[in-house]
């Protein structure tokens, strides 16, 4: 509809402004249904697709066996408590290990190996009291076995050589590292 066809019909610029405004009301209107009806449509056409979606997972489900997941997830708390369990035993035999180590180099020792052999270590596992049982076992061995030992003499002579080349360190101030290194230079 133009302008001048709505003159041609009689009408005056007034009425044909009228026209206009309500015919614009009436394209408006229909804009805003249309759009309304596309939103209609896209949310129906998303719904459909949830609804199919639900209906492929339940009938996953229906082909899933309940038994073999419950099954699964206690093997799977098993294996994990397994594994805890066997890092605590690492971790223990560590510990086991450096204290008799430490308690090994403190004593004299002049092959660690050797003398790590010779002691009681099922004993020292079970023990309640580490450093007083592994104590024991070395002042034992140390009697038995004396060749595996410097003599005191000895570490005497060694320990004031020692300040010098540990730079003024006390023995309880080293790592485990350090004691291991001085002891293979023949400074403990």
Known sequence: MKTEELKEIGLNDEQIAEVFKLRGQEVENYNNLKNEFETLKTENENYKSQVASANEQIEAF????????????????????????????????????????????????????????????????????????????????????????????????????????????ELKDMTYEEMLKANKKGIL
């Open 62 to 169: 229906k082909d899933m066996d309940i038994d073999s997941i419950k099954a699964s997830a206690e093997e799977y708390k098993n294996k994990y408590e397994e594994a805890q369990i066997k890092a605590k035993e690492d971790i223990d035999r560590i510990n086991l290990n450096n204290a008799i180590d430490l308690g090994l180099v403190n004593a004299g020792s002049r092959n660690l190996k050797a003398a790590k052999a010779l002691l009681d270590i099922d004993s020292l596992k079970d023990s309640k009291n580490l450093n007083d049982d592994l104590k024991a076992q070395i002042e034992g061995l140390k009697e038995s076995d004396s060749y595996l030992f410097k003599v005191e003499e000895e570490q005497k002579q060694r320990s004031m050589g020692r300040s010098q080349s540990l730079g003024d360190k």
